[in-house]
């Protein structure tokens, strides 16, 4: 069975840093694109970041680029999310997912498995 536990989510004030962490587990990951979405309170899912299998390729929205860096470490399975310079519009529900459909990147229609999700909130 496939599990996605993401981990590193919490209460930050603005301009902080957190870290989310996702392991996965249950199969084989080889050549899969990893990535993070969120949904903040109100609204719809949406995309943040994404990762190809080698790292070669990484993907932000624009509302997080020059703040967040997306990383993996095959290895452990595991995919990282770093987040700097957080602000409050940064808010929700961190989702985990990893997909094979999308060649490059990492659609929600792309995703073949999602994480719970971890709560980040951020104080202004």
């Known amino acids: 069975q496939v599990q996605l536990v993401e981990s590193g989510g919490g209460l930050v004030q603005t301009g902080g840093s957190l870290r989310l962490s996702c392991a996965a587990s249950?199969?084989?990951?080889?050549?899969?694109?990893m990535g993070w979405f969120r949904q903040a309170p109100g609204k719809e899912r949406e995309f943040v970041s994404a990762?190809?299998?080698?790292?070669?390729?990484?993907y932000y929205a624009d509302s997080v680029k020059g703040r967040f860096t997306i990383s993996r470490d095959n290895a452990k399975n595991t995919v990282y999310l770093q987040m700097n310079s957080l602000k409050p519009e940064d808010t929700a529900v961190y989702y985990c997912?990893?997909?094979?459909?999308?060649?490059?990147?990492?659609?929600?229609?792309?995703?073949?498995?999602w994480g719970k999700g971890t709560l980040v909130t951020v104080s202004s």
């Open positions: 997912a990893v997909g094979w459909r999308d060649f490059s990147g990492l659609s929600q229609s792309g995703v073949d498995y």
């Open positions: 990762i190809t299998w080698r790292g070669v390729s990484r």
């Open positions: 249950g199969r084989t990951f080889t050549g899969s694109n």
